[in-house]
């Protein structure tokens, strides 16, 4: 029989999260189970259920809860972010509480450079119930109230005073969204609005949520945002009508159940577009996009926004299972395959919730094996891809802690995953932090962490291409740096050798190999 731990944390509003801890196999001895957890920092309840399987019985003795002790990660192994710097930005998503040990900040530092919020800027935690209620009774259907709760500035704060740059994720999605949202007076048990009130609801949900972060977070870098997740199914079609909290994990969602199908999709994109800062890059994120239907779908969708100058890039969820090794799902072809596909748009990808469970823990060596396969496939299209982002840090805080998907262990320690998808690839220079290195504050120094969105590498002054004037421009500001600026882009897309560490006079000899022919990439 198998015995489940899982938990379940309520945040101040009682909005409810959960996680798979840890799971035992038990043939009627007494088995030891151990796991991890962290307790959010605002208020709130946190729950852990011990269950077995099959409604056999089960009994619990020598329960225990202790501290952790202070632990801190590996120091001497190369950081990812810096492993990767010539390719894509290579972040990771936490929560509040999985932010909460030190341990686990040290680990962010050191190895990525773009964070995902996971959980605080989805809808269910954006949106102000009694603030909408209150614009409804007032006659305001169509206008939505939307707040910032303390978990996500939490986060927010983290990334800020280490100028690590944010995905902004989700704005529209089936899930995680209250089904109140889509009804007439903002109550759940009302009638579905009509497809006039819920556009008049999503445009003023996504002017809130850029307004709210642009006026307490105008420092933080949030170069891409997922406009869209997870609006096609396996087979091509869109989901079903109905609200999430009918069916958490079924296939409804309310966005259907008001416009019938997912014509909703270019309104969202519309609408991101206008109120985003200039310079955003938008997505649509979804799983299982290697299904050849969804992977269809997907790019007939993209296009068409695409045409219209709606989206810039596809985002691959990439929540993959190797399970034994030899019988991984996806296979790493045909990830591949759905991978080539979405860059042939034209479109940017990212990765951006990468993690592949295994059947146990004694397979972590299968585990490395297809990782490093799936990061060589990724590697192919760099230059179609701006960022790899994991879903999490350590493997205990992870959605499938059971099934342990993550780069590292609950001690912090770097598993066989991460050894093979770093060999063999020389990292840059560490790029510095706040905790690493303080924030200067010249322009140069600064654009070594922030701000700065996909690169065009070699595209000094920024205008879309790459000639000579972009090499005189780097010697120029080499030079004299007050007399020739150059953008914060325009350092970033200097920096062709990847040092990380802003531009020097190799960057601006290789941009003139490069327009003459030399050199073909900047590899
Ligand atoms: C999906 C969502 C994420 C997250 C993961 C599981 O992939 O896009 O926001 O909820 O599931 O944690």
Not at 115 to 130: F, S, V, W
Not at 235 to 249: C, F, L, M, S, V
Not at 365 to 375: G, H
């Amino acid at each position: 029989n198998t015995v489940n731990i899982s938990m379940q944390k309520n945040d101040a509003e009682g909005n409810a999260s959960y996680s798979n801890l840890a799971k035992g196999v038990s043939q009627g001895d007494w088995v030891t189970i151990s796991t991890k957890f962290t307790l959010s920092q605002t208020e709130g309840s946190t729950y852990l259920y011990i269950e077995g399987s099959d409604g056999a019985d089960l009994y619990v003795d020598d329960f225990s809860i202790e501290a952790e002790p202070e632990t801190h990660p590996e120091s001497d192994i190369a950081g990812l972010k810096d492993v990767y710097a010539k390719y894509f930005k290579f972040g990771t998503a936490v929560t509040e509480s999985e932010l909460a040990p030190s341990a686990t900040k040290e680990l962010i530092l050191k190895h990525f450079n773009s964070i995902t919020l996971g959980n605080e800027l989805k809808p269910e935690n954006m949106l102000d119930k009694a603030g909408c209620i209150a614009n409804a009774e007032a006659g305001n259907e169509g206008e939505v109230s939307v707040k910032l709760n303390n978990s996500a500035r939490t986060v927010l704060n983290f990334a800020r005073d280490n100028n690590i740059s944010v995905r902004g994720h989700v704005l529209v999605w089936h899930s995680q969204t209250p089904g109140w949202f889509f009804k007439e007076n903002y109550d759940e048990n009302g009638d579905y609005v009509d497809k006039e009130t819920m556009l008049a609801r999503m445009e003023s949900y996504i002017k809130g949520v850029f307004e709210v972060l642009g006026e307490e977070y105008p420092d933080v870098d949030f170069y891409a945002w997922d406009v869209v997740n997870e609006a096609w199914l396996d087979d091509g079609q869109p989901r079903r009508p109905g609200t999430y909290e009918q069916a958490p994990q079924g296939n409804l969602s309310g966005w259907t159940a008001v416009f019938g199908d997912n014509s909703f999709i270019p309104y969202a994109f519309e609408y991101a577009r206008k109120y985003a800062p200039e310079g955003t890059k938008l997505y649509y994120n979804d799983f299982n996009e290697y299904m050849p239907q969804k992977t269809e779908a997907i790019i007939e969708m993209a296009n068409e926004l695409k045409e219209k100058g709606l989206i810039d890039g596809i985002g691959m969820q990439s929540h993959l299972d190797a399970r034994s090794g030899s019988d991984a799902f996806p296979s790493v072809s045909a990830y591949e395959k759905a991978l080539k596909a979405f860059t042939e748009t034209g479109l940017d990808v990212q990765i951006t919730e990468l993690d592949v469970t295994v059947n146990d823990n004694t397979l972590f060596d299968e585990q490395a094996k297809y990782y490093s396969d799936i990061m060589d496939a990724i590697v192919k299209y760099k230059d179609s891809v701006s960022a790899v982002i994991f879903w999490g840090v350590t493997d205990d805080s992870s959605w499938r802690a059971s099934q342990c998907p993550l780069l590292f262990d609950a001690d912090y320690k770097a598993k066989p995953a991460y050894y093979s998808i770093t060999d063999g690839i020389t990292p840059v220079e560490p790029t510095s932090t706040a905790t690493t290195q303080p924030k200067t504050t010249t322009a140069v120094s600064e654009t070594t962490t922030s701000s700065v969105t996909a690169k065009t590498l070699g595209d000094a002054n920024c205008d879309g291409s790459v000639d000579i004037s972009d090499a005189v421009l780097i010697k120029c500001y080499l030079i004299d740096n007050n007399k020739y600026p150059m953008s914060e882009q325009g350092v970033a897309n200097s920096d062709v050798q990847g040092s990380g560490n802003g531009v020097n006079a190799q960057d601006a000899v290789s941009v003139q190999k490069y327009v003459i022919g030399i050199i073909k990439n900047f590899d």
